[in-house]
């Protein structure tokens, strides 16, 4: 398990984060992203995105629960999972089919809510605000099983 604490002061620096991130990739894994409402897991998403060289904008998937993205080096399957009545809803989606895939990776905003359903090697990605460290000032934690960062 590597841990590493990293914090950002602007929506550009969180969105770089998860473009290094991304670059380092392999296929096959699963990116959990957790945190109050508009700490900035939608732009950490983007920034996952263009990482992967994905060049069609994305939008928060919160109405549709799944986007998927195939133009970049590896297909991003983006959930928020924010609006999910229950666990199984995730099968319904094809959840399984494609966490884990190899050719993609699946980002999950929100996935505390599908806690149960986690694979045991997820990435996990808090972001958190500090009010005393400025409005924009984000804290960003990640678990990572597979490897160092
Ligand atoms: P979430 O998906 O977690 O609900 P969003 O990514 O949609 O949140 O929104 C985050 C908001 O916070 C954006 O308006 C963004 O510009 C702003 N923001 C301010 N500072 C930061 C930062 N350091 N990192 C990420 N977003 C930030
Ligand atoms: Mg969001």
Same mark, same amino acid.
């Given at each position: ?77 983006? +959930? @928020?999972?924010? /609006? #999910?009545?229950? %666990? =199984?809803?995730?099968?319904? !989606? ?40 400025? +409005? @924009?000032?984000? /804290? #960003?934690?990640? %678990? =990572?099983?597979?490897?160092? !960062?």
């Amino acid at each position: 398990m590597n841990r590493t604490e990293e914090e950002t002061f602007r929506p550009e620096e969180t969105f770089a984060l998860a473009k290094r991130l991304a670059e380092q990739a392999k296929g096959g894994e699963v990116y959990c992203l957790d945190g109050d409402l508009g700490v900035g897991k939608t732009v950490f998403a983007q920034g996952f995105g263009a990482g992967l060289g994905i060049e069609e904008p994305m939008a928060s998937p919160t109405f549709t629960i799944l986007r998927e993205y195939h133009s970049g080096r590896l297909a991003l399957f983006h +959930f @928020d999972v924010y /609006r #999910i009545g229950s %666990e =199984d809803e995730m099968e319904e !989606i094809g959840f399984y089919e494609m966490a884990g895939s190899p050719d993609g990776v699946a980002l999950i905003e929100w996935s505390s809510l599908i806690a149960g359903i986690l694979p045991e090697n997820a990435i996990h990605v808090t972001i958190e605000k500090d009010p005393e460290k400025g +409005f @924009d000032y984000r /804290r #960003i934690v990640i %678990e =990572d099983p597979w490897c160092s !960062i």
